[in-house]
């Protein structure tokens, strides 16, 4: 069945050499059509008629133009209640009464006329082309983005009728800026903080007409509050042609009337009489001169054939201990160069109260405060705005200039992802609560499995079984812990993170603290069942609670360090092993009964954690879109992942057993080729490669934030296969040591990787199920490494049972995740991780690419041209029971919202085909809640059972958000424009 669409393409005025074309266009209509079949079928239909893609007269801006005018006929047909030339609309009062011409500015075709219906009644109120609207772009924002980069008003018009073939005015250019007037002035009259750690102060000159041209100053303030957070306080237009330490008393004593009530350091350039002004306002603050400006200074002085030396001699003063010390340098450069530069030594003494408070502190606040840098970054910013106007009309039009230089660091508004100081801690006090919890909680599952692992031959002689019996049950009691990882996972998704962890924790505890008193082995064994359950659960629900807390540039480091907790349980139970029972003589019970302490611990301080603000997002995002966790759970990308992830965590987890359970036994067995080393030799050998698992660990960690997860995977995996013969076969207890360090090095810097890796890789919506099961269930299904490896040892040796276990696996380690995904750095609770897996790494960083700042230069690359220059792609696909549309908006989507490009709408038939009805199904990835965002939905097919129009649920705003209806098959081009809120 085949549908005719026909698109007109009409001349531009600008281009009256052109002829037009009618392009009449067989659009496959069949719900198995490929959507790639479709985009070729038009783009080779629009040839052979003689029609260019894009331009002035091209297919897209026909398109454009149809679709637009299809959405208008659809909202009229709304309006009046019935559709052109239907008999319900005979005497109803109100029809259609023609149409009248109107011209818009869009984002990729510049400025298309079409064709706006209307009612006889005059009562059509249009919603997708406004009354009175012109623009339907965001070219608001790239004129503020332009004016912020220095360009007049003239040239911004220019630039539009260049490159978008727009007439936009150089009055319309002004009207756009002079919005901002009443948004400045609330940011400048906007409360502030009650305590700034620091305030960095500075003036920059800007040439103003005023009669005539001439440098006026403009004060500038960025406050540092105690989180570390800078902000631009404010700006202000001075008077005279020169920075006052009068002006700036006003400008504190402005501060102190929007709420500051003490700044704890005020670094200023050294100006004349300023720290009296400070403690007019301030009595308490230290003021602390800029050592760069005096160092600068001292050169002014000095000839240049000696600023090298004088450089050289200044070292020892600013980088002295104390201030004492200081004051002995300075003599000392005062005799070394006081007779040739007496102004320079003056120059020091004047200004030594308000240069030697930093001495006071640390090597990170003194880096800090020591200067006036955290303001020159933000100057050298105005500076280049200035410098690209050279001077302004009126003081209103500079300080706008500069206000929309500010306003450009964060188009959010928040202005503190980038602006964070070094003296900020890596973690607050609740991250790293949540951190330390899920680190202990770690620490106790390695804690013990190995003391198991280690004492089983005493256990086995307590209870009268063989070491055999008790290392299977040790397996088969890990066959557990993905019923933990499905009991907590669920339950955490449901109820959020703190609840579950808190009843884990207290769980595995006593249970494991009760295995100290089993009377017989059964007893033993039954407990060990229960405790697995309990420890099932803390990995996946530790790692997500913990990842979800720490900031997304440091999630490498901390997944490092947060899997070494697994290697530090390991230590820990190879120390507490070694006191216990060969220092102290102890029974393996106290071991056990030791175990309780650091679980404790672990629950009081899960006892102050706050819920993760990530599950709180992703659950109001499931209540708005009515999405269940079985939805999301059912979803194929999920499904595919859920495979992988389970393929990778058994290669992973026979690396780690395969690597570590049965070496203990290797280096102290006599028989089967075994190392034959003394007990105390062997765990001080366990010591030393656990310290090598905990230092690659942090290592490939932190590198994996550089390198991606994936490959800094496969490189620890390719890195082990040589030592493999040193590991294995090393007959000295130097070479052993040297050969398991190295291989814990490698094996454990890729598991210091996968804490990361896989909370990426899993949804907000069911991260507490999703990493803990693949991680279990990996774990279990490579239980059998230890009794293999202990059938091998006893029919060829230990050495052949290490190295035929451990190679294949390394190179299967290497090889999945070459193949896999890799999501390195995705944020956390936005629309997009919501219900889908994180996008890949290169989706990531095409997408930062595509947020480039728009430039008007030419020569730059096509990421850097401005936004609304850039095509939207369009990604078409029809199924058996729905329609999907993707828009991938290239331009508005990333550079106003970080985060989000995409728009999907998943269209699904309605409960009934005779009622029109609007069911909020499926979910959008789009900005948070915001200015509306025109997007265009193409609906290319759909099932032939629709005859009432389907449904898209937005993901954002609240339940009473108003779901968009798309019509399907209803009109000849299929498709509707949305406007997403």
């Known amino acids: 069945m085949m549908t005719k669409t026909v698109v007109a393409v009409q001349p531009s005025q600008n281009h009256e050499d052109e002829a037009g074309a009618v392009a009449a266009i067989d659009v496959p209509s069949s719900r198995d059509v490929d959507e790639l079949e479709v985009a070729r079928e038009l783009v080779r239909q629009a040839r052979e008629a003689g029609v260019g893609l894009t331009g002035p007269g091209g297919l897209l801006k026909a398109m454009t133009k149809t679709v637009i005018e299809t959405a208008l006929d659809e909202e009229l047909s709304e ?9 319900a609309g005979y005497g109803s009062g109100n029809s259609r009464n023609r149409t009248r011409s109107k011209t818009v500015l869009t984002d990729a075709c510049g400025s298309i006329e079409i064709d706006v219906p209307r009612d006889r009644a005059g ?24 004016y912020a980069r220095g360009l007049t008003t003239g040239e911004i018009s220019a630039h539009f009728a260049h490159i978008y073939d727009a007439a936009v005015s150089k009055d319309t250019v002004s009207r756009i800026t002079d919005r901002v007037l009443e948004e400045m002035t609330a940011w400048h009259t906007r409360p502030l903080e009650r305590v700034y750690a620091a305030v960095f102060i500075d003036a920059l000159h800007v040439k103003i007409r005023d009669g005539q041209v001439g440098p006026r100053p403009v004060y500038a303030a960025v406050g540092v509050d105690l989180a570390g957070h800078r902000d631009v306080l404010g700006m202000w237009a001075g008077e005279g042609d020169g920075e006052s330490a009068k002006y700036w008393l006003a400008v504190l004593t402005e501060l102190k009337n929007r709420g500051v ?114 303001i020159e970054s933000l100057n050298a910013r105005y500076r280049r705005a200035i410098r690209a106007r050279g001077h302004f009309p009126t003081e209103q039009s500079a300080l706008k200039c500069l206000y929309l230089v500010t306003r450009s660091l964060d188009p959010t508004g928040t202005g503190q992802k980038r602006w964070t100081m070094r003296w900020k801690p890596a973690l607050n006090v609740d991250q790293r609560n949540s951190f330390i919890a899920a680190f202990l909680g770690w620490t106790m599952d390695a804690f013990d499995y190995f003391i198991v692992v280690l004492v089983y031959a005493d256990i086995a002689k307590t209870f009268h079984h063989t070491k055999t019996e008790v290392a299977f049950v040790t397996t088969a009691t890990l066959a557990m812990r993905p019923v933990g990882a499905l009991i907590f996972g669920l339950w955490a998704d449901r109820v959020g993170r703190r609840v579950p962890l808190m009843v884990d924790v207290a769980l595995y505890s006593v249970v494991g603290f009760l295995c100290a008193f089993a009377p017989n082995f059964t007893v033993l064994v039954i407990l060990r069942l229960l405790y697995d359950i309990g420890m099932g659960g803390e990995w996946g629900l530790g790692a997500a609670l913990a990842m979800e807390k720490v900031p ?47 679980a404790l611990i672990s629950l009081i301080i899960r006892y102050r954690v706050k819920e993760s603000e990530v599950w709180e997002a992703a659950q109001d995002r499931m209540r708005l879109t009515k999405t269940r966790v079985r939805d999301v759970l059912r979803n194929a990308a999920i499904i595919r992942r859920f495979v992988y992830l389970v393929l990778l965590m058994t290669a992973f987890n026979w690396m780690s057993h395969g690597t570590q359970d049965v070496y203990p036994s290797f280096l102290t067995a006599t028989t089967d080729h075994g190392a034959g080393l003394s007990s105390a030799t062997a765990r001080w050998i366990v010591v030393v490669y656990n310290a090598g698992a905990i230092i690659g660990g942090l290592m490939f960690g932190t590198l994996s934030q550089r390198f991606g997860r994936r490959y800094t995977i496969a490189f620890c995996a390719v890195l082990a296969l040589p030592v493999v013969p040193i590991f294995a076969y090393s007959r000295t207890a130097a070479m052993l040591c040297l050969g398991s360090f190295l291989m814990q090095l490698c094996v454990q810097g890729a ?18 199920l999703y990493p803990g099961v693949t991680y279990q269930l990996g774990n279990l299904l490579a239980a059998m490494n230890l009794p293999i490896q202990e059938h091998l040892a006893e029919t060829h040796g230990y050495p052949f049972a290490l190295a035929v276990t ?42 930062r690419e595509m947020r480039a700042p728009a430039s008007p230069t030419r020569g730059r690359s096509p990421h850097d041209r401005p936004a609304a220059n850039r095509r939207p792609s369009y990604s078409l696909n029809a199924r058996r029971n729905r329609c999907m549309a993707t828009v991938v908006e290239r331009s508005r989507m990333s550079d106003r919202f970080p985060g989000s490009r995409s728009v999907r709408v998943t269209l699904r038939p309605s409960p009934t085909n005779t009622q029109k009805q609007t069911v909020p199904t499926g979910f959008c990835s789009v900005p948070p809640p915001g200015p509306a965002i025109p997007v265009i939905a193409t609906a290319v097919s759909a099932p032939k059972r629709w005859n009432a129009p389907a449904a898209m649920a937005c993901a954002t705003g609240s339940e009473t958000a108003p779901c968009i209806s798309i019509s399907a098959g209803s009109t000849p081009s299929n498709s509707a424009l949305a406007s997403l809120e």
């Open 79 to 87: 309006h009046l209640g019935h559709d052109r030339h239907d008999r």
């Open 123 to 146: 009562t059509f109120e249009p919603k997708t082309v406004e009354k009175r609207q012109r623009r339907l772009t965001d070219v608001d924002e790239v004129v503020l983005s332009l």
């Open 261 to 374: 009530a003490d700044i704890f350091f005020l670094v200023c350039d050294g100006l004349k009489g300023l720290p009296d002004s400070v403690s007019a306002v301030f009595p308490d603050t230290v003021v602390q001169t800029c050592i760069i400006h005096l160092i600068r200074g001292t050169f002014r002085y000095a000839g240049r054939q000696h600023h090298t030396a004088i450089a050289r001699a200044l070292k020892p003063i600013y980088t002295a201990v104390n201030a004492a010390a200081a004051a002995e340098a300075l003599d000392a450069f005062d005799t070394g160069w006081g007779h040739r530069y007496p102004a320079a030594i003056r120059l020091w003494r004047n200004a030594w109260n308000e240069f030697i408070p930093f001495l006071d502190y640390d090597t990170e606040i003194r880096k800090v405060i020591c200067s006036t840098n955290a």
């Open 552 to 598: 997304v540039g440091r999630r490498g480091f901390f997944s490092g360090l947060l899997q070494e907790g697994y290697a530090f349980g390991y230590l820990l139970a190879t120390v507490s092993s070694l006191v216990v029972m060969n220092w102290l003589g102890l029974s393996w019970r106290w071991l056990f009964g030791l175990s309780i302490i650091p």
């Open 751 to 768: 598991w210091g990787v996968i804490p990361a890796y896989l909370t990426e890789m899993s949804p907000d919506a069911i991260r507490g």
């Open 806 to 847: 451990i190679v294949p696996v390394l190179t299967v380690v290497a090889v999945l995740a070459l193949i896999g995904k890799d999501a390195t750095g995705v944020h956390f609770g936005t629309a997009e991780t919501a219900f889908l897996p994180g996008k890949t790494w290169r989706r990531q960083r095409r997408d």
